[in-house]
């Protein structure tokens, strides 16, 4: 098969579903997307390359599932609704079995998430996937990470560290046990937060998806409000397996090994933790820390009321 072919028997037959909007699609030279005035629209786009970004031997399966969720986290944490894709693949050869394992996945999701496939592009080298997400807000709804202000509380959803844990027993990293099978799922199938960002529209003061790990993304926040912050160690929601760990190893790996793909997020003290449970329904959400005025300063505190400085650094791409 050549190309065209290969698009047109692996990816054109999910097109026709949830064509709302979309004015032109696959087989033009590009799409056209019809975005009404009361709504803003939202892009975000992520690279991943096999060895650097997922294992090697990394089912196709898996692979389609982390290509394309990681990029709705970054729709999640604008509060936005994931409505657009795009694909570019870059394949070593044409391996069929892989080609009708991953779209199978691929087109699975697209229908998940009421998604559309709108173009794309494929390739010969290195095996990588680059997917572009369009996402739709309504005018002045969107979330970003500028806007907290000292006095909010700081939260995260759900729990932090099982990607990390697992890629650390993948690689025979220590004797660590099997980790559990919510874990395997987290480190090979992300959920990304759609459902609380758009709860969290008219309530969140700043928000961000944990990628590269707690420290260094709320770090981001911290940044961009121009604010400093305190969060506290004791009230982090450490992943099932991290409490199996020495104490240490678990807090670097929760706060540092990334690929969590959860939100972090600021509300005003004015809000409560009930409140914002009866707001967010279906996922836990977790108190750790407060805003402060110390510009850009991180204070990790520990369950000794000491200052805690990580040993570990957060994901770089360079």
């Given amino acids: 098969m050549n190309e065209f072919e290969i698009i ?17 699609g696959i087989g033009d030279d590009a799409a056209v ?11 975000s786009i992520d690279t991943l390359v096999e060895g650097v970004h997922f294992l090697k031997d990394t089912s196709p399966k898996d692979i389609a599932n982390k ?6 986290s970054d729709i999640a944490a604008m509060g936005a609704l994931p409505r657009w894709i795009t694909l570019s693949l870059t394949l070593p050869s044409n391996n069929f079995d892989w080609l009708k394992e991953f779209s199978k996945q691929f087109n699975s999701l697209l229908a998940d998430y009421s998604l559309v496939l709108i173009g794309g592009d494929l390739t010969k080298g290195p095996l990588s996937i680059t997917i572009q997400a369009h996402g739709v807000v309504p005018k002045g709804k969107f979330l970003h990470r500028g806007g907290a202000k000292p006095g909010d509380f700081i939260y995260v959803t759900g729990e932090l560290g099982a990607a990390a844990y697992t890629l650390r027993y993948l ?15 987290r480190f090979n199938k992300p959920e990304p937060r759609v ?13 961000i998806d944990i990628s590269d790990g707690l420290f260094s993304d709320l770090k981001h926040i911290l940044r961009a409000s121009k604010v400093g912050a305190e969060v506290k160690l004791t009230h982090i929601p450490y992943s099932k397996s991290l409490k199996l760990l020495d104490k240490e190893l678990a ?50 505190i520990g369950d000794d009321g000491k200052s805690y400085k990580l040993k570990s650094k957060c994901y770089k791409h360079f």
């Fill in 67 to 72: 290509s394309l969720l990681v990029n709705l």
């Fill in 8 to 24: 047109e028997h692996y990816f054109r037959p999910k097109l026709l579903d949830n064509q709302q909007k979309l004015k032109l």
């Fill in 171 to 185: 690689k025979g990293s220590g004797e660590n046990p099997m980790p559990t099978k919510r874990e395997l799922q």
């Fill in 251 to 300: 807090i670097e790996l929760a706060l540092t090994g990334g690929d969590d793909y959860e939100l972090c997020f600021t509300a005003p003290s004015v809000i409560s933790q009930s409140d914002l449970e009866k707001i967010i329904t279906e996922t836990q959400v977790s108190r750790i820390g407060k805003i402060n005025e110390l510009s850009s300063k991180l204070d990790l």
């Fill in 195 to 207: 459902k609380v960002g758009l709860e969290l529209r008219d309530i969140a003061t700043s928000c």
């Fill in 33 to 43: 997307i019809d975005i009404p005035q009361d709504e803003e629209l939202v892009v």
